[in-house]
């Protein structure tokens, strides 16, 4: 079975490629560049394509799929409306799957299954990553209010932190939130921020 | 404390600027007047646009209307009835040509004749096939291409139209891969920015009142959120209100080009929604009126000839026949009945007819209402052709 995963993000079809090449008799293709894309698939002619629902050329591709006469063509996984789970599932996780008409649906399941679940896994390491990123930007704006409160009021570092401490405990808010209103306030009053 | 009184309603977009009203529907409170909360899934296709209408992450959707009906008669994919309450607004796109075509094409000032244009092509065909960008198959901009270079006499096997993403097209002109493109705004004006070509045309002129995004969902979601539907159609209306109004157009383009909405220039979009063109490179804007047609004259009433009118390029192009089975479901895609049951009570003009003759109006026409007063202003084809919903198939054999 042939299988091109087209992905403009080459770190996540690198995710994706490891977790299908767990699957016996597998010949697997990576697409990433958005230039020559269909030539490329021409060239490839796989049974089975996966694209993530982010990426801008999903019309391009099934445009291709709809008026191609080249290869034995692609359908969107969709057409099979006895598996909506399957779909829904892969909907949910951000992958869309094209699949060569009369491909026998036991192949496609356990394909689509892996599919979704490496890219569920890609997404929670982004979202930890964007979460690490963000408690850093928070972290660093935390310092940058406590630095306008000590150079402003003559506060001491502690005393400053204890301060804005309060004041998110007093708005119930939290103090990434305080510290974000004292920069900006700074910065509309003319501070360098 | 309770939430809105009729819930959330998750709306998915392209960052197009025709995605504005659903955008200051949201951004100034007008859906929450309505007691809605909207939620705006941004996307960058319209495969996926349409996955997540499909499968629930999205109730409703900013559509290529052709799209809509299309997927109803199950083209492409197993058929899906979906509806069209409200049409989010009419024309608002253009065709950009290559610079050495546009020279040749056009070598006038401003924007360029219909005719003129496409008879310039037609010579140009018959030397080699011509080549346009398109965002989708099923798409306005494809049927209205289409419908143009039909009429100026560029055979059918002279040229060809393949998908282009908008954010693509300025990259397709430039590296050649196209002869010109057919997309909304403001992606003909990235390219003119960029000098990858020129602007010769505004879809309006060729068809006036040409039908372009919809607000379109499940039929089924419909039925089952009906109150909630008619509230944001309340709202979309009250948003169109605010774009048209020259007092707010700053603060609207502003608003739209925010990373979270278009992600674009502001510059760019306030252009396109004071209907200015930057034709070419290193020249002043021009004002073209009704570029991008919003709110006045109902503007927002999904005629039932609309959807009519699709269907028959549907069959134009793709072949396969007229159907009459067909083209009722296709009718059937737009619902006037929403639309006014929505807006019954309100200061909103409601058209007495669903239908109207597509085409027909060479100057200002007063039209029956059920509600308010409505003059309808011109509303032509370019080649004097007009489309009677009671006889599509004698107006296709009649087209080249």
Known sequence: MRIAIVDASASRAEVIREGLAALADCQIFVVS??????????????????????????????????????????IAMFVDESDDEAIAASVDAGVSAYVVDGLAPHRIRPLLDLAVRRFNAFARLQADLAEAQG?????????????????????GEPQAYAELRKTAMNQNKRIAEIAEAVVTAHQLMGGMG | MSGPAHGQLAIGF?????????????????AEEEGLDLRLVRDVSWATVLDRLLYGHSDAAHLIAPLAIATTLGRGRPAQPLSVPFVLGLNGNAITLRNDLADEAWPGEGLGDPRAVGAALAAVSARRVLRFGVVHRYSSHNYMLRYWLAACGVPRDRFETVTVPPPFCADALESGEVDGICVGEPWNSVAVERG?????????????????????????????????????IRALCKAGRHFIDPANWDANAALLARPEYLDGNPHLIHRAISDRLLLAQGQEPVHYPDFMFQYREAANFPWVSQAAWLYT???????????????????????PDIYRSALRGTGEPLPGASSKVEGSLAGLTQVGTQQGAMTLEENRFFDGRAFDPADPEGYLAGLP
């Open chain 1, 33 to 74: 560049e958005r230039k020559g894309l269909v030539a490329r698939i021409g060239e490839i002619a796989p049974d089975i394509v996966l694209m993530d629902l982010g990426n801008p050329s999903r019309d391009v591709l099934e445009e291709y799929f709809a008026v191609s006469r080249v290869l034995a063509r692609p």
């Open chain 1, 135 to 155: 408690k850093l930007a928070e972290r660093e704006c935390i310092d940058k209010a406590k630095r306008i409160l000590m150079d402003s009021r003559g506060l």
């Open chain 2, 14 to 30: 392209l960052p197009l600027v025709d995605a504005c009203l659903p955008i200051l529907a949201h951004a100034h409170g007008f």
């Open chain 2, 196 to 232: 990858a070509g020129r602007i010769v045309l505004a879809t309006a002129q060729i068809w006036r009142r040409g039908v372009e995004k919809v607000l379109a969902m499940r039929e089924g979601v419909l039925e089952e959120r009906r109150p909630a539907f008619e509230a944001l």
């Open chain 2, 313 to 335: 390029q549907m069959v134009r192009w793709e072949g396969g026949g007229f159907d009459a089975g067909e083209a009722a479901r296709a009718a059937r895609v737009f619902r």
